[in-house]
Structure formats: C-alpha cells, structure tokens
C-alpha cells in the first residue's frame, strides 16, 4: 500500500459485538472486522444487562489488529479513529480502573462487570422519582427520562453503593469512555452528554435538578465525577486530547498521537453514515447532491436489537414522548430529536424463538438451504395465493400484534407498557408462525408511522427515511415501513456498514481538524465541513418506495387505528386493575 494514502478507522460497539472498519478518504471500504463482546443475564431478574469495559477494549483491539493484518495498511498510514457505542453507563476509578456495578459480582469494587447496558431496567423507581421533579431537563427528554438513560443508572448506584465507594466512581456514557481510554483525556462529548445525561442547551449541568435528586455531591465536587464543569465536551468529531495515547496505540497497534474524533451515540453515528447519501431508483442515482438544508426532512432509522429514529431541525422542535430537542448533539447550531422503539429486532426473534415451530422453521431453512426469513416470506406468499387476497395485509387482517413487550420508549415515554396478541388460533404450526411474523413486521412499521405522525405534528417536515442496523436488510420489512408511512425508504450500502462508517468519518473530522489546528472553529465551519466529510464518504443508497394499493391502504390504515386503540384499552385496563387491587 502506498504511504500516501490517508486512511480512517472506525469502531462501532453494539449490543452483542464490536467492529473496525479501515476506510479510504472516499468512504470505500478496505476490511473489516467483527467481534462478539459479553452480556452478562441475570435468571432471577429480567431486568438486568451488564458489560464490561475490558472485554470491549479486548475485542476492539483484536477487530483493528486484523483490520492491518488483512489490509496491509501500514499503521502510519491510519491518520484518524473515531469511536461510537450503544449509550450504555461505564464506570471506572479516577485511575481508570473497572468498578462492579453488579450485586452479582461485588458491588463497588474492582472487578469486570462495570457497565450497565441501555437495555437494563433496574432503575425504574430512580426513572420515576426523577420524572416527578418537573425540573426544566425532562422538557428536553419529551417531558420524561428514560429509565434507559445514564441518570436514573446513576442514581440507582448511589442509593445501592456504599457512599465511599460511590464517590470513587467516574460515570461515562459508553463512547466518551472509548475515546477516554483511548486518550486518557476525559473530555466528553456534546453528544453524549447532551442525549443522555441532561446536559442543556446554553446552561450545561442543572444543579436544581442533582440537588432534587439526591446527586447534590456532583453539584459540590464540581461534576468531576461526570467530567468536569460546563465547557469540557466537545463537538462530534472535534480532536480529544493529543490523540492515542502510548497505551492504546500499543494495544491497537496502531501510532501515540493519531487524531481521535469526539464520539457519537451508535444510533448517531448510523445518522451521519445514512443521511447523506445520494440514491439509486430503478438502478439510476440521483442526480441531486443533498445540503445540509435537505437533512431536517430525511429520518434516520437505525434499526438493530432496538430502533432509533433521528432527525435533525435548524430549531428546536419539542415533542411529547420524544427525546430532545438536542442541540448541537452531532452539528453546532442544528437541533435533533431521537424517537426510539426498545424491542424490534429483539421482538422478532423473540416472536420467532419462542413458537412450538421454531425447530421445524430451522430444520426446513437448513433443508432448503434458505435463511429462515426467506422460508417464511415464501410460505406467507404461498398462502396469499391459496387464500385469493392481493396482500399479507389482507392475509392476516385478523391477527394484531401490539410490539411494546420490553415497555414503550416513543412517543409514549411509558416503560410499563406491555405486548398483546389479539386474534390467536389453535393453530401451533407453520402456518401460525408466519403470520405471526408478518404482523409483528406490521406492528413494528405501524409503530414507526406513530413516532414520525407525532414528530411531524409537532413541527418536523420528515418525507423520508432512511435505515441502517440488521433489519435494513428485510425487504418485506422495509416495503411495510414505505406502504405504512406513506413515504421513500433508502436502505444503505450494507445494512450494517453505515454505523461504522459513521464512526471512521469522525476519524477523518479529527486528522483534518487537528491539521489546521481547527479545534476552536465555528459552527458554520464545523457543520460545512463535517457535511462534505459525510457527502464524499457516503455510497449511494437504494430507495424503497411505496407502493400499497388501494386496498392494501384501507387496511393499512384500519390496523393503524386498531394500533392506536390497543395503546388507550391497555392504558385504561392497567388503571382499572390498580384501582381493584387497592
């Protein structure tokens, strides 16, 4: 390879692996590589997801290290990483250091498990208490905070730890601990920090609110536990510290000093891999190169184990059960929101695992040679035939799924939200199961169409969208997306590349920042320059339009109203059970 090649690095840590991806300057990839990281369950309590720090590092450095071996890419040759993450709660000692935060392992001290995954609910009661504050923070979390997020995790800590051990904590929300252990600069990032650990717009931390619950020692110690006063975070891809430090270059085998981009929730990063594209209709791309004027009306959906729906606003919209108005969370001076759905492809494989058909669904794709989605669109199509209906819609008219079974993150904001079945056969065979897939795809489109309607209610002009994660590459799914939301879907590249390459364009952000020494610039030099950054690197997208007929669109739109239904009975039916068991 030649040595005046520029290259970039991008690390995504998901749910259940983390992955390098080696990018030219144009965005084209060279190699990749993936590896599995551990989720620790606990039997007892289904609440419970715990990760460790040092088994993602482990993984990260075994991901790049291939990445070189495979490429031949000299390691000088790597001019910048950028980092992103699910927006789990890292905790570690002011040295670094892993602190437990598992009661399985104990509870405070050194020790492996140190990350609570954004998929735990254990701090329910914290969520609840910090929702009744009616502090300024939750109108910018769509008047509720998540029991996902970093704070009510945070706080179940204090209220569980012993104080001494909890004054020794520092809390990251996952990517800031990446770019923190890849540095040993501490400095968060706006994304971060803003998306998922109330920090606000113009003001930064909101002492009133620590001090009403219960956190008044971070207000005391000058937030040195989160990072540092109000100035210390930094815009996506703006240059942490002085770049990799002796260590992590070491453990990377890469150079002390590359450039590392501030980081971005993974959920961000699948936005700024997507949103820029150019498309393909009918094997024909676009002749139209998008402004950054054209991303407030493109919604990313980045769309793995859960969802999350993102679209950027020159202003702050504010929406009831939806997170943000987030400024500056990936552009100074641009606003984003983030819809989220908690259990999608999660819920699909739930659906699918726990039928008395599964096995026979398995046995028949290994037959067959097919991929188990594969067999079941086959037999759906099969029956539509048979049935003499125009579609699946049709087919399963009867049947309805309501998806909330890990509780309703938008635009409900409820987490004690539940799924329903309603229309069930004696039926426990084939059959059953594929039409039992075909509506959960339908309930989860019909979802999507809910947190868009109530996005654009409230001020948002979203006429499309565009996917990343796993399930972009369910065709039927994503045909189900466009019909139920009446609007183009563009599916990315790879499915699963526009994550990671999101993370490598924040590397490129950071060489090119720390080469004009940029790291001061304004926010109309940060937004033009990262949006060309994004417009060079990302590949054409193909679109997905709709295409429901007429009738299809009647049923479409009366399962939406039965979906809208469900919400109301359950909500109603819940009061009426805790009035009886009073």
Not at 133 to 150: H, N, P
Not at 321 to 332: I, L
Not at 528 to 535: D, K, R, S
């Amino acid at each position: 390879m030649s040595s005046e090649t520029h290259y970039y690095i991008g690390i995504d840590v998901g749910t259940g692996s983390a992955r390098a991806l080696l990018v030219k300057k144009d965005g084209t990839a060279i190699t990749s590589s993936t590896q599995d990281i551990t989720t620790w369950r606990d039997p007892h309590d289904h609440r419970i997801f715990e990760q460790s720090t040092t088994d993602i590092w482990s993984a990260i450095g075994r991901a790049v290290k291939t990445c070189l071996a495979e490429s031949g890419v000299k390691p000088g040759d790597v001019k910048g990483v950028g980092f992103d993450a699910t927006c789990s709660l890292a905790v570690t000692d002011f040295e670094g250091e892993p602190v437990v935060i598992s009661k399985a392992e104990g509870l405070g001290e050194k020790g492996e498990r140190n990350i609570i995954l954004w998929a735990d609910h254990r701090a329910e009661k914290e969520a609840e208490l910090i929702n009744g504050t009616g502090s300024v923070v939750l109108d910018y979390f769509g008047g509720k905070m998540s029991l996902e997020m970093d704070f009510p995790k945070i706080l179940w800590l204090k209220n569980t730890m012993s104080p001494a051990h909890f004054s020794r904590c520092q809390f990251f929300d996952l990517p800031d601990y990446l770019t923190y252990r890849a540095t040993r600069d501490s400095t968060r990032s706006r994304c971060s920090v803003t998306c998922k650990c109330s920090f606000i717009p113009e003001s930064g931390w909101q002492a009133n609110f620590f001090e009403k619950i219960g956190l008044g020692q971070l207000v005391t110690e000058e937030y040195r536990q989160m990072g540092g006063e109000n100035g210390n975070v930094l815009a996506a891809g703006l240059p942490v510290g002085k770049g990799l430090s002796k260590r992590a270059a070491e453990e990377l085998c890469l150079v002390e000093g590359t450039p590392v981009g501030s980081g971005l929730i993974d959920a961000y990063a699948g936005w700024l891999g997507t949103v820029a594209a150019r498309y393909k209709e009918n094997g024909k791309l676009s002749d139209v190169v998008p402004s950054l004027k054209e991303s407030q009306h493109r919604l990313a959906a980045v769309a793995g184990t859960s969802t999350c729906h993102l679209v950027q606003s020159p202003e702050g919209v504010f929406v009831n059960g939806v997170w943000g108005p987030y400024k500056d969370a990936v552009f100074r001076g641009w606003w984003m929101n983030e819809g989220g759905q908690s259990s999608t492809g999660q819920l699909i494989d739930f659906i699918l695992t726990t039928h008395p058909a599964y096995p026979k669904l398995v046995e028949q794709g290994k037959e067959e040679q097919k991929n188990i989605h594969t067999v079941l669109q086959e037999l759906l199509e099969k029956l539509r035939v048979e049935s003499g209906v125009e579609s699946l819609t049709e087919l399963t008219k009867d049947l309805h799924i309501y998806p909330d079974f890990h509780g309703n993150r938008s635009p409900i904001a409820d987490p004690r939200m539940r799924g329903s079945i309603v229309g069930l056969e004696l039926d426990s065979g084939l059959t059953d199961l594929a039409k039992r897939y075909n509506v959960t795809l339908e309930a989860i489109a019909l979802q999507t169409r809910h947190i868009v309607d109530e996005m654009n209610i409230k001020g948002h002009s979203i006429t499309s969208i565009y996917m990343s994660g796993g399930q972009a590459k369910n065709i039927a799914l994503m045909q189900l997306f466009a019909n139920a939301c009446s609007m183009p879907v563009v599916l990315p590249f790879e499915h699963s590349g526009a994550v990671v390459l999101g993370a490598a364009m924040l590397g490129r952000f950071a060489a090119e920042a720390s080469a004009k020494g940029a790291k001061g610039i304004d926010s109309e030099q940060q937004g033009e320059a990262l949006w060309n950054i994004m417009v060079e690197m990302t590949p054409p997208g193909t679109v997905v339009p709709p295409k429901a007929t007429e009738k299809e669109k009647r049923l479409l739109e009366a399962k939406y109203k039965i979906f809208r239904e469900q919400i109301e009975i359950q909500t109603r039916w819940r009061k009426e059970m805790e009035e009886a068991a009073k």
